[in-house]
């Protein structure tokens, strides 16, 4: 038995059991990962695989009490890597940081500028995605850090810590009827008369909108949904409709053609800070989210992610 074929088997499993797509994620032969799940399957003396022919179906029940210690030792093996490198390379590496486009673009840019002035060598690298897809990434090995709205706090194995609270905003044309009224007059009911833009479902607290209609009793019409502010925004401009997003997600200079309200009928949100539980976070990642977040407890998000440090 050796890592590879341990490599073999989960990424066999991510990739849906897809034999050429899992010898390509690993840089590999299609044999060559056929002849490893056989070498392994021998030593075992067990079947890991549900097989029809040539292909690979699923894992049979062997091959799902496997999965999971392979998993484990994996995370392990990376996270023994990790260790060294602390020592040995304390201000160099990689973070990987996946995260919405609402944060990346309105309010990571001055964190990133400090992080990098702190910490030159370390490459960052920003993964725009679904508050889903985030999580999935952390679970998966393939991000360091997941910073969202929704999702992050709902999956047991990670663990988060609260990065800022915000609100929902109105966006308008400068000349639109809502500008002229006093935004505290501003009811869930006047804004229903006008069709809306907004996020689509998942991202940037669309649900906590979708909730404040349903209990008003009011059928609103939403004309568009956009995974970013940006976007809701060039259709605000074009007079399509009033747009709802992130209350940080408008830049005076930028978008001086628009007009932002502030509002809060749609309540407060919170965007959150994770990381996956037994992944060794390096240090000047924990330096990350001490940037992001001054007040949060770094020793407790460690013990909750990695309780054997």
Avoid at 116 to 137: G, N, R, T
Avoid at 190 to 210: C, N
Wanted: hydrophobic share 40%.
């Amino acid at each position: 038995m050796n890592f590879q074929q341990l490599r073999i088997i989960r990424e066999t499993v991510r990739q849906n059991y897809n034999l050429t797509e899992a010898s390509a994620a690993l840089y590999t032969s299609q044999s060559g990962v056929s002849k490893h799940i056989k070498d392994l399957e021998d030593e075992l003396g067990v079947q890991l695989f549900v097989r029809k022919g040539k292909r690979l179906l699923g894992l049979t029940e062997p091959g799902q009490a496997l999965l999971s210690i392979v998993e484990r030792m994996l995370i392990d093996a990376d996270n023994i890597k990790r260790l060294a490198d602390d020592f040995n390379k304390v201000d160099e590496g990689t973070l990987t940081i996946a995260t919405t486009h609402t944060q990346a673009r309105y309010v990571l840019p001055p964190i990133v500028n400090l992080f990098k002035k702190a910490f030159p060598k370390v490459h960052l690298i920003l993964q725009q995605a679904s508050p889903v897809e985030i999580s999935e990434m952390l679970l998966l090995g393939l991000a360091d850090i997941g910073i969202a709205t929704e999702s992050l706090t709902t999956e047991d194995n990670l663990g988060s810590v609260p990065f800022y609270n915000w609100k929902h905003s109105i966006i308008t044309p400068q000349d639109h009827p809502l500008t002229k009224i006093d935004p505290k007059e501003i009811t869930l009911e006047k804004l229903a008369e006008y069709p809306i833009i907004t996020y689509h479902g998942g991202f940037t607290g669309r649900s906590k909108i979708d909730k404040a209609f349903e209990e008003a009793h009011l059928d609103v019409d939403i004309v568009m949904s956009a995974l970013d502010a940006d976007v809701i925004k060039t259709y605000v401009e074009l007079g399509m409709g009033v747009g709802i997003v992130n209350d940080v997600a408008y830049d005076l200079e930028r978008d001086h053609r628009l007009k932002q309200i502030n509002t809060d009928i749609f309540g407060l949100n919170t965007t959150w800070i994770a990381v996956r539980k037994g992944h060794l976070l390096r240090g000047y990642g924990y330096e990350f989210i001490s940037l992001c977040s001054p007040e949060a407890d770094i020793k407790a998000l460690k013990k909750i992610a990695y309780p054997d440090d």
